[in-house]
């Protein structure tokens, strides 16, 4: 049997890590990527046996890099702090792992060097055989699933403004064929994998924001992360631009992507939203402009 190892990403999570912990004891491994929290995070991880590997943080991307390296086991499926494993989700994982596993031991352990070339070059060009002996183990297989997230957020579930099915990057694949960029936030990857990812149908859930101030901290982050990620790509902005940037992803968050049948939550979604894109360019702009920076024409005025 194909083993699976899951890694959690974390930071200062003592009140969001336990429950993710515990939805995912069914892994071969767990490993908790770690960035020196100075609460309870690290200890209440090493409880639940998982494997703890502290990285210093320089961005979401490289931080995923590193948790996938230190991942032993072929297949990898990956959990945030504020996200939780159904258990659907997890018999839909193993279900695709076991078959993955059966369809190797089928058609490719028995097979010799030339021979397995053969089948793989098959397999590429898609022809009906190999498609004959996917089917006899179910549903075709992937390298890489995206998996639905449901969002709970001011005590409702959130089924529109983009939080569903939310998917934002593969989440179970096999080692090897996912590798992030390394951007500070909204890390984007490149998958290395002949086949496109696939998608599982059980969503797991996520938990975004326990309070209005968790929300409000973590906006302020991201956009301080996304205004150095625009930064390092040469980008630049004025006042007005960061205003319509603002404005146009409360737009598409609230009526778009329909965050106006969420209720209140949505709207404090699709402002939420505004607040985190506007600042980001905003502080964008603070960097262009180096405002905050005493030239030495500016000393003894005002």
């Not at 297949?75 to 078959?99: G, H, N, V, Y």
């Not at 549903?139 to 998917?167: A, T």
């Not at 080692?175 to 496109?196: A, C, M, Q, W």
Request: charged share 30%; net charge neutral; aromatic share 12%.
């Amino acid at each position: 049997m194909v083993k699976i190892s899951v890694y959690i990403i974390a930071y200062n999570q003592e009140t969001k890590i336990r429950p993710a912990l515990e939805s995912v004891t069914w892994a071969d491994e767990i490993i908790v990527a770690d960035s020196f929290s100075s609460d309870r995070t690290a200890e209440i991880a090493e409880e639940y046996g998982a494997k703890v590997i502290q990285i210093p943080f320089k961005g979401f991307g490289d931080l995923r890099n590193k948790a996938i390296f230190a991942c032993s086991h072929e297949w990898i499926f990956s959990l945030d702090s504020d996200e939780r494993c159904t258990p659907e989700a997890r018999d839909e994982i193993l279900s695709i792992i076991q078959r993955f596993s059966l369809h190797n031991s089928d058609y490719s352990n028995s097979l010799s060097e030339e021979e397995e070339k053969k089948r793989r070059s098959e397999e590429d060009r898609g022809k009906e055989k190999d498609r004959g002996n996917r089917k006899s183990v179910g549903e075709k297989l992937h390298d890489l699933y995206y998996v639905p997230r449901k969002n709970f957020f001011m005590g409702k579930w959130i089924r529109h403004s983009g939080y569903y099915p939310d998917y934002r990057q593969p989440q179970l694949f096999r080692k090897g064929t996912l590798v992030f960029k390394s951007d500070p936030v909204h890390e984007r990857y490149d998958i290395i994998s002949e086949n496109r990812a696939g998608r599982i149908r059980s969503p797991i859930h996520q938990i975004p924001y326990l309070t209005i101030e968790e929300m409000l901290a973590k906006k302020n982050r991201y956009s301080t992360l996304g205004a150095i990620k625009l930064e390092k790509e040469g980008k630049s902005c004025g006042m007005f631009t960061a205003l319509m940037h603002g404005i146009w992803s409360f737009i598409r968050t609230y009526f778009l992507k329909a965050g106006f049948m969420d209720g209140w939550p949505g709207f404090v979604i699709a402002f939420g939203n505004f607040e985190e894109t506007f600042y980001k360019y905003v502080k964008l702009y603070e960097k262009n402009m180096k405002l905050g920076h005493l030239d030495s024409n500016s000393h003894g005025q005002g």
